[in-house]
């Protein structure tokens, strides 16, 4: 089971950007869809994208869709979420999670059908956007 430390968070006014790494430890980090997750203050957590094993496809929630870009670079084993055009809403711990068989697609509402284990998550990595 692969383990993540996530970075790359911080304080940004409206509109900036960031880069968010996470880092996997463990085998076989190429086989597994990776999807970055958020858990803003009093709310529950929720998928935000994630980007398939082999190739590469990628899946955006509609809150975020043509803002933030995941990739990932598996000689690294690593992911990454960079987020462009911030806004207050995304303010938020963002963490990585890994699934053997989801498929990444298109967009939607939500990571239909992936409900990560939370208690193995990272320490996460803090979003705050604010003026």
């Known amino acids: 089971q692969l383990q993540f430390v996530e970075s790359g968070g911080g304080l940004v006014q409206p509109g900036g950007s960031l880069r968010l790494s996470c880092v996997a430890s463990?085998?076989?980090?190429?086989?597994?869809?990776i999807g970055w997750f958020r858990q803003a203050p009093g709310k529950a957590h929720e998928g935000v994208a994630c980007?398939?094993?082999?190739?590469?496809?990628?899946y955006y929630v509609d809150s975020v869709k043509d803002r933030f870009t995941v990739d990932r670079d598996n000689a690294k084993n690593t992911a990454y979420l960079q987020m462009n055009n911030l806004q207050p809403d995304d303010t938020a711990v963002y963490y990585c999670a890994a699934h053997r068989t989801y498929y990444c697609a298109g967009t939607g509402a939500a990571l239909y059908g992936w409900n990560p284990d939370i208690n193995s998550w990272g320490k996460g990595t803090l979003v705050t956007v604010s003026a």
């Open positions: 463990g085998s076989s980090f190429d086989d597994y869809t």
């Open positions: 980007i398939s094993s082999g190739d590469g496809a990628t």
